[in-house]
């Protein structure tokens, strides 16, 4: 008899966000499930992993198909942590999120969500980052079901080519529905970052970093553009950072 699909799945906003709960509950209809996830925010934490104090994941829950350990590690180490050092056997998929927030654009850069799914595909693993484009601690994640079952049913069947793993961002909850899924490209916006200089009782300079997310990408099939016209987002993420196009023309 053929073993369920074994699914680990992390995220970066803790073991108590409601993205996590809302994708744990989809998971466990496709196989075993294995959750990973850290009890402090990892957001922002990108490809940061753990060397300088020892990574301590505890077992908190267990049934039959179902664990859950808690860790306080980031996104990345929780994947490693899993298929290398928790689980019997190498994961057939990771999910992490749901995020609070969309990482869709320059976000992914930032994301501890997303860089949990591109460390699984590090190892060939098929995996799938998913943002809700809200930010709020008790966002909806009511309307996600259907898209977020439909993308991990077709990796699922399909697999996704080596190196490759999706970055899926799924419109803010509206009164009107979400027109559908579109694989698009990652559109060309970024952060521009302020800095609020304070000075603190004792009398030293701090800052508070903030910003504001500009999109000067008026072309037509990027994510920022799906998410604006009410569309989940699929942007296939590659791991090879090559500039190709100047292997022949970068001369020294």
Request: charged share 25%; aromatic share 8%.
């Amino acid at each position: 008899m053929q073993n369920k699909p074994l699914i680990l799945i992390t995220n970066d906003d803790s073991i108590h966000a409601k993205g996590l709960r809302k994708l744990i509950k989809l998971m466990r209809k496709y196989g075993d499930v294995a959750v990973i996830s850290s009890e402090q925010v990892m957001s922002g934490m990108s490809h940061a992993v753990t060397i300088k104090t020892p990574l301590m994941p505890r077992l908190i829950h267990e049934e039959t198909g179902f664990r859950e350990f808690l860790t306080n590690g980031t996104p990345v180490d929780n994947v490693k942590l899993g298929k290398n050092a928790l689980l019997e056997r190498k994961p057939d998929l990771v999910v992490s999120g749901i995020n609070h927030g969309s990482n869709a654009a320059i976000n992914i850069v930032y994301s501890g969500t997303m860089a949990a799914a591109m460390e699984a595909a590090i190892d060939g693993i098929p995996s799938i980052g998913f943002s809700l484009d809200d930010y709020d601690l008790e966002a909806d994640f009511s309307h996600v079901d259907p898209f977020v079952e439909t993308i991990t049913e077709k990796v699922l069947r399909d697999g996704l080519p080596e190196g490759v793993c999706l970055n899926v961002n799924i419109p803010k909850k509206s009164h009107v529905p979400v027109k559908g899924i579109k694989v698009v490209r990652q559109a060309k916006a970024r952060w521009v970052e302020a800095f609020d200089q304070r000075v603190d009782p004792f009398g030293r300079t701090y800052y508070w970093i903030g910003g504001n997310f500009v999109n000067g990408d008026p072309r037509p099939d990027t994510d920022e553009k799906a998410l604006a016209d009410n569309y989940v987002a699929v942007v296939p993420v590659q791991l090879d950072f090559t500039a190709t196009q100047l292997l022949k023309n970068l001369e020294f």
